[in-house]
């Protein structure tokens, strides 16, 4: 009888973690064990590039790989685990309400935006979080030339300094120029909680998107915080208002709730916290990988981000081990010491830094060739070649 590895999602670390655990059983010369990925759709979505116009467009369609490694994809939602009986409930295409069983299961159902609960975001703002939301901001970005001209017509709000609001916000000055035409006085607004243009970062890289920010002319309300959303724009904590036509959140990411039923720690971004094997305490055929785990990258004390860089690399350790541990084979602790940051500065060009002191190592152009390379080519699924897709799904093999 065969047993089955359950993997939850079909992101960078889903997609990762079912090649990973196929290679395993490859290399064991294993028939007998079924790799299976449960998410809505078969595909891989580019979400590190949805700040990008052509947001249809930035998806992989992963079912030539999964057939070309006997990797079983299931449609539907996945509900809620019931770890007494090893399976999951989901629904299908169809709502039908569907049990599923596991030998090992694999938690990568990803993250999400969280509104905090502020005012009027859910109605009258816009995310590029996941696909359909990224595509409504891009509708209504292209439906702007339409409007009557007005200063809020031709103003952007980006709630949030991290690295999609930076990223967003850099974008869209040229975005702005190519939809409303390059005479047209439009405005970019960061505004950020913290007091420093990308606080989060070395001086080094704060510098460089304060220097990229001014020559691209975008506007930072620092110290700030928002109060309320509305049709017409944005109320401040400090009760100043900027009018806009187009509000984006940015600020904030959970991690999926799915399992919350599990008795086991979460972080404050509601991620498990995992062992070195990224096997959930006390679930011992239960692994969470991607921006559902909270894992050590080193002995250092540093953990993995939520980006794809880190699912990425905790898809394929999650994926091995959770096979190496059917099949006899001795496991892999998750370590990935070598961290880098390519930061899109719209036509500014971009930033790349290594370490987590984040050195600095190009800017401009060159680093803005390198940031295409990333996500145009490193971050998308290996072809459907066997030998290709393995070598790649090598937790030791250099990732970046």
Known sequence: M????????????????AVSAARVAHLQGNTNLEIAVLAPQPELRVRPRFYEANVSTLTADLQPLFAELNIRFIAGHAER???AESGVWYKTPESDSTFLSYDKLIIASGSRLHHFGIKGIAEHGFDIDQLDTAQRLEDHLNALASQPESAARNTVVVCGGGFTGIELATELPSRLKSLLGSDTNTKVVVVERGSQIGGRYSEALRKIISDASDELGIEWRLNAAVEVVDAGGVTLQDGSRIDAATVVWTAGVQASAFGENLTADRDNLGRFVVTEELQIPGYNNIYATGDMAHAKTDTLGNTALMTCQHAIQLGKFAGHNAAASLLGVEGLPYRQEFYVTCLDLGAWGAVYTEGWEQEVKMVREEAKKLKIAITNELIYPPKA????????????AKFV
């Open 2 to 17: 065969k047993q089955r590895i359950l993997i939850i999602g079909s992101g960078f670390a889903g997609m990762w973690a």
């Open 81 to 83: 685990v019931d770890s």
């Open 385 to 396: 070649d066997r030998d290709v897709a393995f070598a790649a799904a090598d937790p030791l």
